[in-house]
């Protein structure tokens, strides 16, 4: 059974930080492209940021460069999205994403919820 498992989310103040994980399973999550993605109360999807297979290339939406770094370790099948300097706007359902490199098949984990209290 495929799974990604999203934890950490949470309550936290505006400077705050918190520090997500996907755990992923049933699948060779070293050759899959890893991506978190959010959605505020209301609004679309957003893209927040991507992991290459290896870890090697990282890139982030502009909001969140030089606060939030995305890391993994496929030894663990894990993926992490450590998140510093927490604003009010990062409040949103965040989710896991896994894409596979060659075929772009991906899977959905069912979301954490991230809330900076104003």
């Known amino acids: 059974e495929v799974q990604l498992v999203e934890s950490g989310g949470g309550l936290v103040q505006p400077g705050g930080s918190l520090r997500l994980s996907c755990a992923a399973s049933?699948?060779?999550?070293?050759?899959?492209?890893m991506r978190w993605v959010r959605q505020a109360p209301g609004k679309g999807l957003e893209w927040v940021s991507g992991i290459s297979s290896g870890g090697r290339v990282t890139n982030y939406v502009d909001s969140v460069k030089g606060r939030f770094t995305i890391s993994r370790d496929n030894a663990k099948n894990t993926l992490y999205l450590q998140m510093n300097s927490l604003k009010p706007e990062d409040t949103a359902v965040y989710y896991c994403?896994?894409?596979?490199?060659?075929?772009?098949?991906?899977?959905w984990g069912q979301g954490t919820q991230v809330t900076v209290s104003s």
């Open positions: 994403n896994a894409v596979a490199a060659i075929s772009r098949y991906e899977y």
């Open positions: 049933g699948f060779t999550f070293s050759n899959y492209i």
